[in-house]
């Protein structure tokens, strides 16, 4: 009976011990289930995170290239917009320069159109014309003056000078104050007792400047036969003292004029030397001819005779200007 009750004991502790076994191998078999459950949950998880890693990924490029995408636009735009303003200007400067170009034109042409108007209202007396300011030096009988301020109309533009005074001029020349008379009329200037020796000095003419001096015929008196060298002296003395004198009262482009005879012994004055050794240069010599200025009558203007004319003979009338 003991040893019954012994085997079962024993039967019980084996099938518990079997039981125990089960358990523990139904726990290690539900542990390996969970385990891999709880793998396929992660392996789940990696997998879900990868995809909305990757999901993440492609909208950021979406809105990188979207971005990319709207900056370029907006670059177009920007340029497109800068590409019409830069048209606009070009168009406004274009626009800008024809009218200028065709304002500059429409003065050139009103400039020429008046340069030449008033070209065709100049009046030319040989080689002295209406609008260049002239100056008159040693004026006999003033005869000179006037047939230029008859033929320009006007001889506002004339300064006409004599040596002697006023009324010492009418007592030697009988035809003074009637020229004297029609030159004020004109507007012409007139001044007696002007030396050509000091003309620059005197103080109407130093502050003046003139297009066109003139001196015709100058003469120093009559001290002496016209071949002696004393006298020849006298003169080139004084067409010296003239020339220096009208160096410093011409203008830049102006001319200064010599008219005297070119034959023995008037050729010993050496008027081209003379110049030279005033500073001043040569550029024409050309024949005097009377008849080209209608009313005018050469004067000895010295002596008893003073009111005589004399034969020019062969002259030339010498231009010069400064060097």
Avoid at 32 to 52: D, W
Avoid at 157 to 178: C, G, M, P, Y
Wanted: glycine share 6%; hydrophobic share 35%.
């Amino acid at each position: 009976m003991e040893l019954d009750a012994q085997e079962k004991n024993e039967r019980k502790v084996e099938l518990i011990s079997e039981k125990e076994v089960a358990l523990v191998a139904d726990e290690e078999k539900n542990g390996r289930t969970v385990e891999s459950a709880s793998g396929k949950e992660n392996k789940n998880h990696v997998k879900l995170a990868a995809e909305e890693e990757r999901k993440r990924e492609r909208n950021e490029s979406e809105v990188k290239v979207a971005g990319e995408e709207e900056n370029k636009r907006k670059i177009k735009l920007v340029t497109e917009e800068n590409q019409i303003l830069v048209t606009l200007y070009t168009a406004e400067e274009i626009i800008s320069k024809v009218e200028l170009s065709a304002k500059n034109k429409n003065e050139s042409k009103s400039e020429l159109v008046a340069d030449v108007e008033s070209e065709s209202k100049t009046k030319w007396v040989k080689h002295y014309n209406s609008r260049h300011k002239i100056l008159l030096v040693g004026e006999g009988d003033f005869s000179f003056a006037a047939c230029l301020g008859r033929a320009f109309g006007s001889a506002a533009n004339i300064v006409a000078t004599s040596l002697d005074s006023q009324e010492l001029l009418v007592i030697k020349h009988r035809n003074a104050s009637a020229n004297l008379r029609s030159l004020r009329e004109l507007g012409c200037t007139i001044l007696h007792e002007v030396n050509a020796l000091s003309m620059r000095t005197h103080p109407v003419l130093s502050f003046r400047s003139f297009d066109r001096i003139v001196f015709n015929f100058p003469h120093a008196g009559f001290y002496g036969r016209e071949h002696d060298s004393f006298q020849i002296e006298l003169h080139k003395n004084l067409v010296r003292g003239y020339l220096q004198n009208a160096h410093g009262m011409v203008s830049e482009k102006g001319e200064i004029h010599v008219t005297h005879k070119t034959t023995y012994p008037f050729s010993c004055w050496k008027i081209k030397e003379l110049a030279a050794g005033c500073g001043l240069k040569l550029i024409e010599e050309v024949r005097f001819t009377k008849w080209d200025y209608p009313g005018y009558e050469n004067k000895r203007g010295h002596g008893v005779r003073s009111d005589e004319s004399f034969p020019v003979g062969q002259c030339s009338t010498y231009k010069f200007t400064k060097k």
